[in-house]
């Protein structure tokens, strides 16, 4: 991590919190939202850089630390009435804006897989087309929820595409680890999620995208458009 351009760094950390700014305007400027989120990388800002998360040989990996907090949360929300409550409170057409942030992920991964961080095929040059739900968000915000030109089934549809493309991405970048069951990039595993602040990715990042995609799905299928 010492070699690696402060640059790219910068970039993920300025694009975290895109993320979360973008939520946070969904979520109707909620301040307990805002708090919630900014523990939660506090947190894991502190656990990264003592090292914890680089110690890989432990099943289960301690990586799971870092997503399975944020999943059992997303579950909780949904399973619950006040969690429902929530979600079909926040702006769907916002949510869809999040998505956006896509795009410099896609940048910085890229830029990771030069500096030997991340294996290629992580990166829009090998099996991750992720940057497309990045690129298509803005026109599905704007036709879908301004301008109001694209039907519901439409948009469910892209939500249901993106949710695979970031599935694809999240399953190669797991079995890229050097965690004991890894399967793919043994000549350049996916090491940048175990430091600071690339940590960010699968404890932030990636669930609020999934989270924004499925509370968009739920209020969809509910309301319509």
């Given at each position: 991590?010492?070699?690696?351009?402060?640059?790219?760094?910068?970039?993920?950390?300025?694009?975290?919190f895109?993320?979360?700014?973008?939520?946070?305007?969904?979520?109707?400027?909620?301040?307990?939202?805002?708090?919630?989120?900014?523990?939660?990388?506090?947190?894991?800002?502190?656990?990264?850089?003592?090292?914890?998360?680089?110690?890989?040989?432990?099943?289960?990996?301690?990586?799971?630390?870092?997503?399975?907090?944020t999943?059992?949360?997303?579950?909780?929300?949904?399973?619950t009435?006040?969690?429902?409550?929530?979600?079909?409170?926040?702006?769907?057409?916002?949510?869809?804006?999040?998505?956006?942030?896509?795009?410099?992920?896609?940048?910085?991964?890229?830029?990771?897989?030069?500096?030997?961080?991340?294996?290629?095929?992580?990166?829009?040059?090998?099996?991750?087309?992720d940057?497309?739900?990045?690129?298509?968000?803005?026109?599905?915000?704007?036709?879908?929820?301004?301008?109001?030109?694209?039907?519901?089934?439409?948009?469910?549809?892209?939500?249901?595409?993106?949710?695979?493309?970031?599935?694809?991405?999240?399953?190669?970048?797991?079995?890229?680890?050097?965690?004991?069951?890894?399967?793919?990039?043994?000549?350049?595993?996916?090491?940048?999620?175990l430091?600071?602040?690339?940590?960010?990715?699968?404890?932030?990042?990636?669930?609020?995208?999934?989270?924004?995609?499925l509370?968009?799905?739920?209020?969809?299928?509910?309301?319509?458009?």
């Open positions: 991590m010492e070699n690696l351009p402060i640059y790219i760094s910068i970039v993920f950390i300025l694009t975290t895109l993320t979360v700014g973008l939520f946070y305007r969904a979520a109707n400027n909620s301040k307990i939202t805002l708090a919630v989120l900014l523990l939660w990388l506090t947190v894991q800002t502190m656990v990264s850089l003592s090292g914890f998360y680089t110690i890989t040989n432990n099943f289960p990996p301690r990586f799971i630390l870092l997503v399975l907090p999943l059992l949360f997303i579950i909780a929300l949904f399973a009435a006040k969690g429902r409550q929530y979600i079909d409170s926040l702006d769907a057409g916002r949510l869809t804006l999040v998505h956006i942030v896509r795009i410099p992920v896609e940048l910085v991964l890229l830029w990771l897989c030069i500096h030997k961080m991340v294996p290629q095929l992580m990166t829009f040059e090998g099996r991750n087309f940057i497309l739900s990045g690129l298509t968000a803005p026109v599905i915000f704007y036709f879908g929820f301004v301008k109001k030109q694209i039907n519901k089934n439409l948009i469910l549809l892209w939500n249901f595409l993106c949710i695979g493309l970031l599935f694809n991405i999240v399953i190669n970048a797991v079995l890229s680890a050097p965690f004991p069951f890894q399967q793919f990039g043994f000549d350049q595993p996916d090491i940048a999620v430091y600071f602040p690339f940590v960010w990715l699968p404890c932030c990042v990636v669930p609020l995208v999934l989270f924004s995609h509370a968009t799905i739920r209020q969809l299928l509910r309301k319509g458009v």
